[in-house]
């Protein structure tokens, strides 16, 4: 499956069921990903609507947290409760939870801003007029997963030493006796490849998923618009509604697990080895 | 829509590979929260969530403070109060006790009084006894004289005073009046 950039949305077209024209001119596809820069060239640097959403994200995060923390009070106001709630279920929630109060404390911050980063960008999914999940841009979860893994490497490596450090990633238990080098092979491909690669992926697909659902209902209640269609493009207009509220499940959900990983790998580099 | 573009959208075709640039952009956009949160908003709101956990727990502080306060002021207050009953038993007690004494003493004293009365009776009686004795003495002698000399005729008066017989009469008379007794 090739993304075609020919292909149109189907809202732009005049395409419906029984007026001679395919679902598949009008279904969503890899194309729905990919957006024309809005500066720049594809060869060099380029500018485009997930770039710009990302950084309008950024601002907004800190604008919200700047409304309420800026000038915190000890009795605070509305703003300053919400925004307070949603510290504290990170902060107490996910963190002391999984590292603990004392080990803890120091990676808040940036779980936090894993958080309502990723919370944000999964958000944009149904914010009229943008309506495109960011993390369904495959480099946006990268990029989050890579700081992740740098920092639970090193954190490793610093805790538990180079020899520690690979005990650490492969698992090493005496145990196991002949099967021990099968077991440590396994372990540290799981360990260094695969991990990175499904905290990033495991994101990514989710919002992949839902805006390719989301699309694809939106899509086939237009096309279907036609004659006796007309009652099927009701149902899908029911499941685009039906899909929204669950997209908005997903999103804080999967943003909730993004940083649980997080927290679960950091707290396995603190940890002594067994 | 660009000749350029619609080649790079065809080339594309795995959703797992990265542009840089979206790589650069979302490093960006991640610094931006993760340094505004981390230097200035996150500090900013533990500082005042710390000061709130003082203020409350200063304020269950205080609270126990008066509370201890108020149990001391109860218990001293109990005990001025069980210091003053005892006092009021113990007043009551010595009262009693006083009472009682002068009861004692005022009888004793009656007692002794009745005992002085008594006696002082009885001192008179023997002394009038006593002095109607000697004048009955002495009128029987008398009239004892008077008639012998009556008898005889002459006057014995004078002799039998100085020879003491009327006396020794008496006495005999008496020494058998207290052997017959």
Redesign the interface.
């Known amino acids: 499956?090739?993304?075609?950039?020919?292909q149109t949305l189907a809202f732009d077209s005049s395409c419906h069921l029984f007026s001679g024209c395919g679902f598949e001119t009008v279904a969503p596809g890899?194309?729905s990903?990919?957006f024309?820069?809005i500066w720049?060239?594809?060869?060099g640097?380029?500018?485009n609507k997930?770039?710009l959403l990302?950084?309008l994200?950024?601002?907004i995060?800190?604008g919200f947290?700047?409304a309420?923390?800026?000038k915190?009070?000890?009795v605070p106001g509305k703003l300053?409760m919400v925004?307070?709630a949603g510290?504290d279920f990170v902060r107490r929630g996910v963190v002391y939870e999984t590292i603990g109060k004392k080990e803890g404390e120091k990676y808040?911050?940036?779980v936090?801003?894993?958080f309502?980063?990723v919370w944000m960008m999964n958000l944009w999914s149904v914010i009229p007029v943008a309506q495109f999940p960011v993390t369904a841009?495959?480099?946006?979860p990268?990029?989050?997963a890579a700081?992740v893994y740098i920092l639970w490497v090193s954190l490793t490596f610093k805790r538990h030493g180079f020899v520690g450090a690979f005990k650490n990633f492969t698992g090493y238990d005496k145990s196991l006796g002949p099967v021990l080098p099968l077991a440590m092979t396994i372990e540290l491909f799981s360990n260094l490849l695969v991990r990175p690669f499904t905290h990033a992926?495991r994101l990514?697909a989710n919002m992949?998923a839902g805006h390719t659902l989301l699309v694809l209902f939106t899509v086939a209640s237009w096309y279907m618009l036609n004659g006796i269609g007309i009652a099927y493009s009701g149902v899908s207009f029911a499941m685009t509604i039906v899909m929204t509220a669950f997209e908005l499940f997903i999103q804080a959900v999967q943003a909730y697990v993004f940083v649980l990983l997080t927290c679960s790998y950091i707290q396995g580099a603190l940890a002594e080895h067994h | 829509?660009?000749h350029?573009?619609?080649q790079?959208?065809?080339e594309?075709?795995n959703?797992?590979?990265?542009?840089w640039?979206?790589?650069?952009?979302?490093?960006?956009?991640?610094v931006?929260?993760?340094g505004?949160?981390?230097k200035k908003?996150?500090p900013?709101?533990n500082?005042?969530?710390e000061?709130?956990r003082e203020?409350i727990e200063g304020g269950i502080e205080k609270a126990e403070a008066a509370q201890t306060e108020a149990q001391s002021v109860l218990e001293q207050y109990k005990a001025q109060l069980a210091e003053a009953r005892h006092e009021a038993a113990r007043l009551r007690q010595e009262a009693q006790e006083q009472g009682a004494t002068l009861i004692a003493e005022m009888r004793a004293e009656g007692q002794r009084q009745r005992e002085e009365i008594v006696a002082a009776g009885h001192a008179q009686i023997e002394a009038d006894r006593k002095a109607a004795a000697s004048t009955l003495r002495q009128d029987v002698g008398k009239l004892a004289t008077d008639l012998a000399g009556k008898l005889v005729g002459e006057s014995l008066e004078d002799h039998a005073r100085q020879s003491r017989v009327i006396d020794r009469f008496l006495d005999e008379l008496e020494e058998k009046a207290e052997a017959a007794r």
């Open positions: 499956m090739s993304a075609d950039p020919t890899l194309h990903f990919l024309e820069p720049g060239n594809t060869h640097f380029y500018f997930p770039m990302a950084l994200g950024s601002i995060i800190v947290f700047w309420a923390f800026g915190p009070k000890v300053q925004a307070e510290y808040v911050p940036l936090v801003s894993l309502f980063f841009i495959i480099a946006y990268i990029v989050l700081i992926v990514f992949f | 829509m660009t350029a573009w619609v790079f959208a065809a594309k075709e959703p797992l590979v990265p542009p640039p979206e790589l650069v952009i979302g490093l960006i956009a991640f931006i929260v993760f505004f949160l981390a908003l996150l900013n709101i500082k005042v969530l000061e709130r203020a």
